[in-house]
């Protein structure tokens, strides 16, 4: 990899890495929501989105590779060009047979509840991708989204987190009515079906692992901005418990969670919540001029619980990891950076914004950890760190 940006504190805004980190290039002025994926030729893929602002509609899917521990990644190339849509969400894996699969979101400005899920596919580890193609179709009345790869089950069922952006006549999108969903293939991504997740209001990016045994967890970001939830499956994905608050924090954030080659977890989160706040924004898109109407279509839909709304604006640091080594029971993590997160604004080109956010985490043939991030909505940091490390943290 090229040689590594030594931790350093040189603003007070800026906070200090722990760790060594490669920049990942990018012709964008935004640069957003990474994911990893180590390929078949034993090369790290990354995708992300790019552009001038999420919601615009120059924001489109961009890859790259990093072809080995001691080599630079490559060039950022383009993946998607729909000047309609704003193209969000990219998640890279290869499903079982070896091709390799890129989906996303495509969504109108900041209107998440307009979204649906395209795809491309590479039979030669991204070198070359075949033509978009919609995975699944716009729904009336409600948006769908992804974040997080799907679970690969030995018995040959394909499990993928989804989430719903509902419309409510006469107001825009702005989160707190989502619910999550597992879309469920038993004949290799040619049909799916859905089953959702019950008593799931505003826990999204849901992310699953197996467990020792076949037991499945899942973990939710928090519309509420309160704790990381998490939820089970006894049966292979078909049915779900409620989601559940944990002792970790959240900050209306994503996280990401993948189990490593010795069964333990590992999770790349924001150790913050509302509680860290000291100012409110209005909704992820409040700086977007839209001049759509407000939806009329849409069934009308009760109140959230206790009648909550989203919470925009907690801060989007410090970025954390944490490890667990007895099944999601318990963490202990470490600050991979610090920095106050200001996150009032998205935009990139007056460097307003100082999120360190939306990470992606890996292990690699070689033990090694990957993390991907968001730093400061400008690019995307990538640092490579061991199990070790991240034991020698706090526990939760």
């Known amino acids: 990899m090229n040689p590594p940006t030594q931790p350093t504190e040189t603003h007070p805004t800026e906070g200090r890495m722990a760790l060594p980190f490669d920049t990942i290039p990018s012709p ?11 390929l078949g030729d034993g090369s790290l893929g990354c995708v992300w989105f790019g552009g001038t602002q999420e919601g615009m509609g120059d924001i489109s899917v961009y890859f790259s590779r990093l072809p080995a521990a001691d080599q630079p990644w490559e060039a950022a190339v383009k993946l998607s060009d729909d000047p309609s849509r704003s193209e969000q969400n990219p998640i890279l894996f290869s499903v079982p047979g070896g091709a390799l699969w890129l989906i996303w979101t495509a969504q109108l400005s900041g209107n998440q509840d307009t979204a649906f899920v395209r795809r491309r596919i590479s039979h030669d580890h991204g070198r070359s991708w075949g033509p978009i193609e919609p995975l699944f179709e716009q729904q009336p009345g409600r948006g769908l989204f992804v974040r997080q790869p799907p679970l690969f089950l030995a018995g040959g ?9 509902p419309t409510v006549a006469g107001q825009k999108w702005s989160g707190e009515r989502d619910t999550s969903g597992v879309r469920i293939s038993s004949d290799q991504g040619r049909s799916w079906r859905e089953v959702e997740v019950p008593d799931s209001v505003g826990c999204v990016h849901m992310g699953i692992v197996e467990l020792d045994g076949g037991r499945l967890l899942a973990l939710y970001r928090s519309r509420w901005a309160d704790h990381i939830h998490q939820s089970h499956s006894d049966d292979g994905g078909h049915s779900w418990s409620a989601p559940q608050p944990t002792a970790l924090p959240n900050n209306n954030s994503s996280i990401q969670v993948t189990r490593l080659h010795n069964g333990h977890l590992a999770l790349v989160y924001n150790h913050s919540s509302a509680e860290d ?3 409110r924004r209005l909704s992820l898109y409040d700086e977007i001029e839209d001049e759509a109407p407000l939806p009329q279509a849409g069934q009308a839909l009760a109140a959230t619980p206790g009648g909550r709304a989203a919470f925009w604006g907690a801060p989007r640091a410090p970025m954390s990891i944490a490890i667990s080594v007895d099944q999601g029971a318990s963490w202990r993590w470490r600050h991979i950076e610090t920095g106050d997160g200001h996150c009032m604004s998205n935009n990139s080109r007056d460097r307003s914004n100082r999120e360190l956010s939306y990470p992606s985490v890996k292990q690699t043939a070689d033990g090694r950890i990957h993390v991907a991030y968001t730093h400061f909505r400008q690019n995307i940091r990538h640092v490579c760190l061991d199990e070790a490390w991240v034991l020698a943290g706090e526990p939760s």
Do not use: E, K, R, S
């Open 28 to 38: 964008c002025v935004q640069n957003h929501a990474a994911n990893l994926m180590p």
């Open 157 to 165: 069922d394909w499990l993928l987190p989804v989430f719903h952006c």
């Open 277 to 279: 706040a000291t100012q």
